[in-house]
């Protein structure tokens, strides 16, 4: 099994999805976790809950990552809590889909961007920033990025630049030792737009028609390349972009 005793690893997103089981996956390694939430309290709570359980440190810090000042003051009160950051996982992020090109208004478009484009940008940035030597950076980004599906224009765009930040930053911090890779998740399942079995039926079907494996992906899947991309076993893996997607291609 893989180690991350000593480490901190910093989530953003994670009071609940992708972004919990991520962190709660960290803790069962060992390192001490700094959970990240935007309103919902009360899930960022229970997984606190969940990861003192088991024994590791953790905090819940509330910030908007779409705005600046509150992402500094999250890395601050990290470092603050635990003396250093290690590992810093960009999740943060909303999905709109199933509208077209035609149909999307400013604000939406604005509201897309401000978290998914914006708000991962400058979370890149102050891990670039205060992530120890030989840590690790990781991006959550979406197979959108690399396989276009209509109604997705805003959400797969929003998606599509940190990962190009991705490829820039491993080389401008390499030096440095951190590697700096992104996930790119098939759907998943009991996540996200999929968190109710029932919701999109039509994309859904869409989905599994064009995954050979028959179905889409669970939390566990990305956690698993998360928790790779974590540990010592990819020190000399960066700017790399991986799809978790049961071999489909579009």
Avoid: W
Avoid at 146 to 165: C, D, E, I
Wanted: charged content about 20%.
């Amino acid at each position: 099994m893989n180690s991350l005793k000593n480490k901190v690893a910093l989530v953003t997103g994670s009071a609940r999805g992708l972004g919990k089981a991520i962190a709660e996956r960290y803790a069962a390694l060992g390192a001490d976790i700094v959970i990240n939430y935007s309103r919902d309290k009360a899930s960022a709570d229970e997984v606190v809950s969940n990861i003192t359980a088991m024994g590791a440190r953790v905090i819940a810090v509330q910030a908007d990552v779409s705005k600046v000042a509150d992402l500094e003051q999250l890395f601050i009160a990290a470092k603050t809590a635990f003396g250093k950051i290690d590992i810093v996982v960009a999740n943060a992020g909303i999905e709109m889909v199933e509208v077209p090109v035609t149909d999307f208004t400013e604000e939406q478009f604005d509201r897309v961007f401000s978290i998914n484009t914006k708000g991962t940008y400058f979370t890149l940035q102050q891990a670039a920033k205060h992530v120890e030597n030989n840590g690790r950076i990781i991006y959550i980004a979406s197979s959108t990025t690399s396989f276009p599906v209509p109604g997705m224009a805003v959400y797969g765009g929003s998606k599509t630049t940190p990962r190009y930040l991705v490829d820039i930053l491993s080389k401008e911090i390499g030096h440095k030792g951190i590697t700096v890779n992104s996930i790119i998740p098939f759907a998943v399942d009991h996540s996200g737009i999929f968190a109710d079995p029932a919701a999109y039926p039509e994309l859904r079907k869409q989905l599994l028609d064009s995954c050979p494996m028959g179905r889409l992906a669970e939390v566990e899947d990305v956690a698993n390349l998360a928790e790779f991309f974590a540990s010592d076993l990819s020190s000399f893996v960066s700017g790399q972009h991986l799809l978790v997607n049961g071999g489909a291609t579009n």
